[in-house]
C-alpha cells in the first residue's frame, strides 16, 4: 500500500504514444500507471523512457499488464510468440539512441513491478481484481494456484474462455461486485466507452475503466484522485 499521496493521476493505457502520455500526465505530483506502455503506437520507445524516468524518480508507479508482460518475459529469454505489434515495439527500442540502457532499466524495474496496487479506498490493476486478493477463497488452494489465479486477472480481465463474434475473450464483471466495502478500483485494459467508465455492480460497488483506446484512435484518459466521491473525480 502505499502511503498517502496529494495531487495524483492515474492514466489509462498509453500504446506507444509519449506525447499523449507527457499531456495527459500533466502538472501531476504523482502518477498511476495502469500499464500497456508500448504496443501499436509509433514510440514505445519513448513512452519507456518517460515512464522509467518517473519511476526512478518517484513520481509514477506502475502495474504490471497484458503487453509490457510480453515485452518483459521477451527481453529476460523466454519463449514468446512474435506478432506484428511486439515486432514493432522492438524496432523502436532497437532503434533508440538509448536502447539497450531501455532494455536493462525496464527489466531491472518490471521485474519488481506489482500486479496490484493498493492506496487508500483505491486499488489499482491493469485489468481486473480478484476477491482472493482482499481475502482467501473459502475452499484451500494450492498457493501457486492462487497466486496464478489473482495475478492472471491483473493481467487479462475476468475471462472465463468464450469469445465474441470476432473471436475476441469475452469480458465479465462479476469481481466488481466482489470488491470489499469502500474500495474502488481503477483498471485499465478494457474499452467500455469513450471517455473514463464507472461500472456500477448491483450492490454499490464500483470500478473505474480508464482504457479509451489510446492506440486505436481514441484519448488517453485519466482520473484525478482522491476524493471522497468517485462520481465527483474530474475526468478526462
Keep these: 500500500m502505499i502511503s498517502k499521496l496529494n495531487n495524483i493521476r492515474a492514466i489509462g493505457d498509453v500504446h506507444g504514444h509519449p506525447d499523449s502520455l507527457e499531456a495527459?500526465?500533466?502538472?501531476?505530483?504523482?502518477?498511476?500507471?495502469?500499464?500497456?506502455?508500448?504496443?501499436?503506437g509509433p514510440d514505445s520507445a519513448g513512452v519507456l523512457r518517460l515512464a522509467l524516468n518517473w519511476i526512478d524518480s518517484g513520481r509514477a508507479y506502475l502495474v504490471r499488464s497484458n503487453h509490457d508482460d510480453k515485452l518483459y518475459r521477451m527481453l529476460i529469454g523466454n519463449n514468446i510468440r512474435m506478432n506484428r505489434e511486439l515486432s514493432q515495439t522492438l524496432k523502436s527500442i532497437a532503434?533508440?539512441?538509448?536502447?539497450?540502457?531501455?532494455?536493462?532499466?525496464?527489466?531491472?524495474?518490471?521485474a519488481d513491478t506489482p500486479h496490484i496496487l493498493r492506496m487508500g479506498q483505491f486499488v489499482f490493476a491493469h485489468g481486473a481484481v480478484s476477491p482472493f486478493h482482499f481475502a482467501?477463497?473459502?475452499?484451500?488452494?494450492n498457493l501457486n494456484r492462487l497466486r496464478r489465479r489473482i495475478e492472471n486477472m491483473a493481467l487479462y480481465g475476468e475471462v472465463r474462455g468464450d469469445r465474441d463474434e470476432e473471436g475476441r475473450p469475452v469480458r465479465h464483471y462479476d469481481w466488481v461486485e466482489s470488491l470489499p466495502e469502500g474500495i474502488t478500483a481503477v483498471v485499465g485494459h478494457d474499452i467500455r466507452a469513450e471517455q473514463p467508465f464507472i461500472h456500477t455492480a448491483d450492490n454499490g460497488r464500483r470500478a473505474i475503466f480508464l482504457d479509451t483506446g489510446c492506440g486505436k484512435g481514441g484519448p488517453l484518459s485519466y482520473i484525478d484522485l482522491p476524493s471522497e466521491e468517485v462520481g465527483q473525480i474530474p475526468v478526462a
Design 24 to 40: 495527459a500526465a500533466g502538472s501531476a505530483d504523482h502518477i498511476i500507471l495502469l500499464g500497456d506502455l508500448v504496443d501499436r
Design 95 to 110: 532503434n533508440a539512441p538509448d536502447g539497450k540502457e531501455l532494455k536493462e532499466r525496464f527489466i531491472k524495474i518490471y
Design 136 to 141: 482467501p477463497p473459502d475452499e484451500p488452494m
